[in-house]
């Protein structure tokens, strides 16, 4: 939690953007694996589980607001977005898809840094890993969230697809060779 405080004083300091980073660990915690969703799940729910954190968070959703846009802008690069229009619920497909939040966070988003070591990622940061034989190999195929450290130091993330709690960053590693990329939120 020490990590959690620190970006709070930074944060209180007049540095940094105006994230909850708490609401978003809570958040992700609750949701991991024992209580359902206030969303409908799709089939590969992990980045939209991540969306939602960052959004309990007060990460602003972008693109349009009204029902007939988000018909046909769901699928730009450039929006980010869950809307319940009419009890229809649609969502970006940068909301849902790991490859796509990738792409909408580095040229649209402006509100992570991208991070060149898997050991810098804090508590509330994205980590996403391509998956053999899931996707693209040189692109995302798994979004996850740190919610926690272990003993050693070292970030435990929590996602869904797979609903999981707190998995030692070691073991996500040992059974994949990624790439891997880390997003400071």
Known sequence: ???????????ENGE?????????VDFALYYATDHPVPYTRDANDCTTFVSWALWT??????????????LWNHDDYDVWYWRCNDCT???SYTWGGATNWNIYEYNYG??????????DLLISD????????Y?????????????GRG?????????????????????IISQNDGPYWAART
């Open 1 to 11: 939690m020490s990590c959690i405080r620190e970006r709070r004083s930074i944060q």
């Open 16 to 24: 940094g953007p105006p994230y909850d980073y708490q609401a978003m």
């Open 57 to 70: 968070g007060r990460y602003a959703e972008a693109g349009s607001e009204d029902y007939p846009a988000v």
């Open 89 to 91: 619920p649609i969502h």
């Open 110 to 119: 402006g509100r992570v840094t991208f991070l060149q070591y898997l050991e």
């Open 126 to 133: 994205v980590m996403q890993m391509e998956i053999d034989g």
């Open 135 to 147: 996707g693209s190999p040189d692109s995302p195929d798994h979004t996850m969230m740190v919610t």
């Open 151 to 171: 003993s050693d130091g070292w970030p435990l993330l929590s996602y869904h697809s797979v609903d999981t709690e707190n998995k030692p960053l070691w073991d």
